[in-house]
Nanobody
Framework: VQLVESGGGLVQPGGSLRLSCAASGFTFSSYAMSWYRQAPGKERELVATITSVAGITDYADSVKGRFTISRDNPKNTVYLQMNSLKPEDTAVYYC????????WGQGTLVTVSS
């Protein structure tokens, strides 16, 4: 079971980024997927979740209206579209799935700065 994130980088405040998480080693379409983030000196926090089949989404209050989680089951990939980025969105972003055990990706760094 493996999760591999990509798409992080440096962006100016107000800009956009799209993160991707490629999954392998399990039946992707059967599991909910989540994005977490961890800012320097802070605890890891849940950003967004999408259910397996119906694709129902849920977001942290801090990102509602700015971030969108989506999934492409045939491609075994989950995305996080991040718009109107703020400096406080700076963090390492992790993909997560509970596939009989907690599985984390290696993380991708997002830096929002002018």
């Amino acid at each position: 079971v493996q999760l591999v994130e990509s798409g992080g980088g440096l962006v100016q405040p107000g800009g956009s980024l799209r993160l991707s998480c490629a999954a392998s080693g399990f039946t992707f379409s059967s599991y909910a997927m989540s994005w977490y983030r961890q800012a320097p000196g802070k605890e890891r926090e849940l950003v967004a979740t999408i259910t397996s089949v119906a694709g129902i989404t849920d977001y942290a209050d801090s990102v509602k209206g700015r971030f969108t989680i989506s999934r492409d089951n045939p491609k075994n990939t989950v995305y996080l579209q991040m718009n109107s980025l703020k400096p406080e969105d700076t963090a390492v972003y992790y993909c997560y799935a509970n596939v009989r055990r907690r599985v984390w990706g290696q993380g991708t760094l997002v830096t929002v700065s002018s």
